[in-house]
T-cell receptor, first 116, second 111 residues
């Protein structure tokens, strides 16, 4: 275990389904992230939450909806996805200093999502 | 916008040969990080470089940060089959939370 736990590990969903990905970090970090990894774009930042506030939305389609109820938990709600959304979704956490210092991301094992 | 370019995209080496991957940024970086992702796994943090011209070593791995803080390299001496994976650099800009990942270099080591 890396200290960042993601569930489920694998998910197959239809285009009309609604599902959620869950991430939990046990490291006491103050920032959490969602990344999308596919063959076309190896590591694509989707969302950043710093001190529980969303600070980055990297032009992600509205069919992806993040939720961060506290600094240890992060969710990604999925609805009406497209087949091209099939990818590995990685959650990460880090300890961010107030001057922008980042001491490295700890990634979860990811959720392999297939949209059919 | 800021971009981090990484080359080569793929590298196939014979076990025992050396390997180097390069990372270049269009703008000056505040720091740079390196990650390794094994096949079927997730990226794992290796190291962070902060100072201009900094060189750090981890056993057979040598990491360098350029004098102008716009480029970096990872060199592996005498590769082993356990080195197989994709190596990513991530460049930190001077904006809060902004880290830009390179496209990665996929290393294959033939025994």
């Amino acid at each position: 275990e890396t200290g960042v736990t993601q569930t489920p590990r694998h998910l197959v969903m239809g285009m009309t389904n609604k599902k959620s990905l869950k991430c939990e970090q046990h490291l006491g970090h103050n920032a959490m992230y969602w990344y999308k990894q596919s063959a076309k774009k190896p590591l694509e930042l989707m969302f950043v939450y710093n001190f529980k506030e969303q600070t980055e939305n990297n032009s992600v389609p509205s069919r992806f909806s993040p939720e961060c109820p506290n600094s240890s938990h992060l969710f990604l709600h999925l609805h009406t996805l497209q087949p091209e959304d099939s990818a590995l979704y990685l959650c990460a956490s880090s300890q961010e200093g107030r001057t922008g210092t980042n001491y490295g991301y700890t990634f979860g094992s990811g959720t392999r999502l297939t949209v059919v | 916008g800021q971009q981090v370019m990484q080359i080569p995209q793929y590298q196939h080496v014979q076990e025992g040969e050396d390997f180097t991957t390069y990372c270049n940024s269009s703008t000056t970086l505040s720091n740079i990080q390196w990650y390794k992702q094994r096949p079927g796994g997730h990226p794992v943090f290796l190291i962070q470089l902060v100072k201009s011209g900094e060189v750090k070593k981890q056993k057979r791995l040598t990491f360098q940060f350029g004098e102008a803080k716009k480029n970096s390299s990872l060199h592996i001496t005498a590769t082993q089959t356990t080195d197989v994976g994709t190596y990513f650099c991530a460049g930190g800009g001077y904006n809060f939370n902004k880290f830009y990942f390179g496209s990665g270099t996929k290393l294959n080591v033939k025994p």
